[in-house]
């Protein structure tokens, strides 16, 4: 089961674009990149999932180089609702079975 | 409405006292899982399962115990709670499938759990 690296915690002013690099060496073939999102004393939420190059959804992009071992989450224009932890994951593509989280990483939007 | 829900969603409870928190999906996913949250560790996972009857260890399966009689509850039992399982704690649910090219992991609200 992969594991994936992302930095601590990021800062960014309301407007910007972020982005958050995850590290992820160890992908299998069959697994998909996922990333989610959370704010305290919730439940992470689901951002967007891609298995290579760009995926885009209506609140991010991601993107995936050709050997796979690392992706970007792209947040355009953060607001200060945007301030929450940012997860990346490897998932099998069957299902999530056995799930490594990790800690994230902590996005603070100032204004 | 779609949802997990969990219950209770606050429990204060002493050393050695069994408790059972429940979890309940309505979507008809096979796969569901519980998970830990303590303050710098993130998300680690207890225990998870594929469908009824079938469940396996995550990362930190020590001193928990599920069950899977239903597809929809996946209750998580401490048989004796000490306070190192003072945490909070997550309840997802997903198709085992990917659907409309996505894998998502519905959560629930969370319950925080004091062991004293």
């Known amino acids: 089961l992969a594991k994936t690296t992302q930095p601590i915690s990021m800062d960014s002013y309301e407007g910007q674009e972020v982005n958050i690099t995850c590290s992820h060496n160890n992908i299998a073939t069959n697994d998909y990149i996922t990333w989610y999102q959370q704010f305290p004393s919730q439940g992470p939420r689901f951002i967007i999932q891609g298995y290579k190059t760009k995926v885009t959804n209506e609140v991010a992009s991601l993107f995936i180089p050709a050997d796979r071992k690392s992706s970007t989450l792209s947040l355009p224009r953060v607001s200060l609702s945007d301030t929450a932890v940012y997860y990346c994951?490897?998932?099998?593509?069957?299902?999530?079975?056995?799930?490594?989280f990790g800690a994230g990483t902590r996005l603070f939007v100032k204004a | 409405e779609a949802q997990v829900t969990q219950n209770p969603r606050y429990l204060i409870t002493v050393t050695g006292k069994k408790l059972t928190v429940t979890c309940s999906q309505n979507m008809n996913h096979e796969y569901m899982s519980w998970y830990r949250q303590d303050p710098g560790l993130g998300l680690r996972q207890i225990y998870y399962s594929m469908n009824v009857e079938v469940t396996d260890k995550g990362d930190v399966p020590e001193g928990y115990k599920v069950s899977r009689k239903e597809k929809r509850n996946f209750p998580l039992i401490l048989e004796s709670p000490s306070p190192n399982q003072t945490s909070l704690y997550f309840c997802?649910?997903?198709?085992?499938?990917?659907?409309?090219?996505?894998?998502?992991?519905?959560f629930g609200p969370g319950t925080r759990l004091t062991v004293l």
């Open positions: 997802a649910s997903s198709l085992s499938t990917p659907s409309g090219g996505r894998n998502e992991q519905f």
């Open positions: 994951l490897v998932l099998l593509n069957t299902g999530g079975f056995k799930t490594i």
